[in-house]
């Protein structure tokens, strides 16, 4: 995948009032022009990067599903991360604490401005999970003309109450640290980012996925240590890529997530979708459950649901890569 940079010239005005100034957006793509190939653009969830070849590779490269010799494959890092698109690291009004509400309508904004510079007229596919799927759907509705098939997986229509408080808990752990408004460097709110991601992690999995990798291999233990030390592995690891201002922000572009806003609610919003969609549930998942995804399937034009079964729970969006392949070669020609 090539990587690189375009920057926007001039405004680019958020849909809650803030303005950025000449906006970089990172991006990788397949080839450097579309050239008469079929066009695939993946949305990447939270706390990703624009490489989808690196964090999901077992269905992104050469030979693979989303074949990177083939199609041409876009991703763009979205507005507010820390991979190089415009976000608080860069932020030209510090503090970095201040960076202006960023919504999922702004992120899909700045995917127009790139695909409209790359000359993109038609999306042959447009794929997303978990928050990539909210800027999937809401893509498909503000500009339904542009997507001919959709892919959703483990998202919704709606930010749920469950979302938003799993979020804030989240946010609470990265305020509590001193050092994140303190603001020194891009440290600043490590502690907390790192218990955030534990946080979030218990939603992201579940039971049964837990049971399975962090039992206590003694019986006669006498302190749990397993899924402890692992909570701490993970909360590092996102600190060790990733900083809180960004993760702050993003989070709360979540809570925007709201495609029946000023459309006349979620139904009337989601028949706009005139794309051949597939939803794919995943049996687990307690953070964006089934019925969120049916919830999509029935109210586009053109909706049919899977549900894939996994013991990861939201993860499951990444790890099931077989039966998400699967379901998707069911569905599409463009895949047989």
């Not at 490269?61 to 976000?87: H, M, Q, W």
């Not at 979302?163 to 609470?172: I, K, N, S, V, Y």
């Not at 019925?291 to 969006?317: M, N, P, T, W, Y």
Request: aromatic content about 10%; proline content about 3%; charged content about 20%.
């Amino acid at each position: 995948m090539l990587e690189r940079n375009y920057i926007h010239k001039g405004k680019f005005n958020l849909e809650a009032g803030g303005v950025l100034e000449d906006i970089n957006i990172r991006y990788h793509t397949s080839f450097e022009r579309p050239e008469g190939r079929k066009v695939i653009w993946i949305c990447h969830a939270l706390t990703a990067n624009s490489d989808p070849s690196e964090w999901w590779d077992t269905l992104v490269g050469p030979g693979l599903l989303f074949d990177t010799e083939k199609y041409f494959i876009v991703c763009a890092n979205i507005l507010g991360s820390c991979y190089g698109t415009t976000g608080p690291s860069n932020y030209a009004k510090a503090p970095m604490r201040q960076f202006p509400l960023v919504t999922i309508r702004d992120l899909v904004a700045a995917h127009e401005l790139l695909r409209k510079h790359l000359g993109i007229e038609k999306i042959d596919f447009l794929v997303g999970g978990s928050n990539g799927g909210f800027q999937s759907i809401e893509w498909a509705v503000s500009n339904p003309d542009l997507i001919e098939n959709l892919c959703l997986l483990a998202t919704s229509a709606l930010v749920s109450p469950w979302c938003t408080a799993t979020l804030e808990a989240q946010r609470m752990a990265i305020l509590a640290d001193p050092t994140f408004d303190e603001q020194k460097d891009l440290h600043g709110g490590a502690a907390g980012l790192a218990a955030a991601r534990s946080m979030a992690l218990t939603t992201y999995r579940n039971y049964d996925g837990y049971t399975r990798t962090q039992f206590e291999q003694d019986p006669d233990f006498l302190l749990a240590h397993r899924a402890v030390t692992y909570q701490q592995y993970q909360g590092q690891k996102l600190v060790n890529r990733f900083d809180a201002y960004s993760y702050y922000s993003l989070t709360l572009g979540v809570d925007t997530h709201n495609v029946g806003r000023g459309r006349g609610g979620i139904e009337a919003a989601l028949k706009r979708v005139t794309a051949k969609t597939l939803c794919i549930g995943i049996d687990s998942d307690i953070l964006f459950p089934v019925k969120e995804s049916r919830l999509l399937a029935e109210g586009v034009q053109d909706g049919r649901l899977e549900i894939i079964s996994s013991d990861f729970g939201h993860d499951g969006f990444l790890l099931e890569y077989q039966q998400i392949g699967e379901a998707i070669k069911k569905h599409y020609e463009l895949f047989k």
